[in-house]
């Protein structure tokens, strides 16, 4: 059984950076599918970026250009690291993951294709 757990959510003003971790532990030999999510009080849950294990990164509009995913593989950890952050960007945010289909290119940023998550850490950006 995969388990994920987040780490490095905070409060920040606008404008200023943060780091989120995912560690990741019980993965098989398959090869999987990492991604970040958010959610916003009252807002559908949005896919933030996601990452092959062999690093081919997908972005979300929203993400382009502030948010950059990164793995250490040999950590088993994921990392998103969120530049210039707006009071929009407050949500609480999930580490996910799935087995990727060796036929996919790209890892998803769908969330119904995700079937491990973390509890999540919450950002919080003032102005």
């Known amino acids: 059984q995969v388990q994920l757990v987040e780490s490095g959510g905070g409060s920040v003003q606008a404008g200023g950076s943060l780091r989120l971790s995912c560690a990741a532990s019980?993965?098989?030999?398959?090869?999987?599918?990492m991604g970040w999510f958010r959610q916003a009080p009252g807002k559908e849950r949005e896919g933030v970026a996601s990452i092959t294990s062999a690093g081919r990164t997908n972005y979300a509009v929203s993400a382009q250009g502030r948010f950059t995913i990164s793995q250490d593989n040999a950590k088993n950890s994921l990392y998103l690291q969120m530049e210039s952050l707006k009071p929009e960007d407050t949500a609480m945010y999930y580490c996910a993951a799935y087995v990727r289909p060796p036929s996919a290119w790209l890892c998803s940023l769908r969330g119904s294709d995700f079937t491990y998550w973390g509890q999540g850490t919450q950002v919080t950006v003032s102005l």
């Open positions: 019980g993965y098989t030999g398959s090869s999987y599918c």
